[in-house]
């Protein structure tokens, strides 16, 4: 699968599911979301639910930050490569995001834009990760958003305390290709 075609999956339908816990999960798999963000796993069940993911047709992402029982090092990406059939990665770690692409991950940094500092060190990061999309946290800022697009060249997903269809809709004419929510109300507007 290209960035091309995960891209034209976002146009078909813009919002991701992200799950924390097996209701979530249950319930995002009956949504029209096409791709599903494992936020919560460990490495006992992270091949089960991925599995479950990829019966149902969607695309499955796990942030590897939050995979219980594994490291922020590459072993874990080469556990996720050998255990289970994910399309890509999550992390907040350039290293982590960089080293996913040679075990043929689609990946996605994930930043949380807290201050001016956390904005300008986006390109520093960027560069050493390089990834094929950018997460920007909260989502619910449109503006930021826009400085986003106008700084880097990826296709960005708004994500966090993105809970009402007015800040879908402001993410998305502000340059998000995507937003991503843990709302199931989200997943279905």
Same mark, same amino acid.
């Given at each position: ?8 999956t ?24 096409n ?13 089960? *639910? ?48 960089? +080293? +996913?692409q ?11 834009? *807290? ?10 990061? *960027? ?41 879908v809709v402001? +993410?998305?004419?502000?340059? +998000? ?13």
């Amino acid at each position: 699968m290209s960035k091309n075609r995960i891209i034209k999956t976002l146009e078909d339908n813009p919002v991701i599911a992200s799950v924390k816990d097996s209701q979530g999960l249950n319930e995002a798999m009956e949504s029209e979301c096409n791709i599903i963000f494992v936020l919560h796993s460990t490495i006992i069940n992270v091949g089960q *639910i991925v599995n479950k993911i990829k019966e149902k047709g969607k695309l499955a992402f796990v942030h590897v930050d939050l995979l219980e029982g594994a490291s922020n090092e590459e072993v874990a990406l080469q556990f996720l490569n050998e255990n289970t059939k994910a399309d890509g990665i999550l992390s907040t770690k350039a290293h982590m995001v960089h +080293a +996913a692409q040679k075990y043929g991950f689609y990946t996605i940094h994930r930043f949380f834009l *807290i201050d001016s500092f956390s904005f300008h060190n986006i390109d520093k990061q *960027i560069a050493q990760s390089q990834p094929h999309f950018i997460e920007i946290l909260p989502g619910g800022m449109p503006e930021a958003i826009g400085w986003v697009k106008d700084k880097v060249n990826l296709p960005i997903i708004a994500s966090g305390l993105v809970c009402e269809k007015e800040i879908v809709v402001s +993410a998305l004419q502000a340059g +998000a290709v995507a937003i991503s929510s843990t709302n199931s109300e989200v997943w279905y507007m």
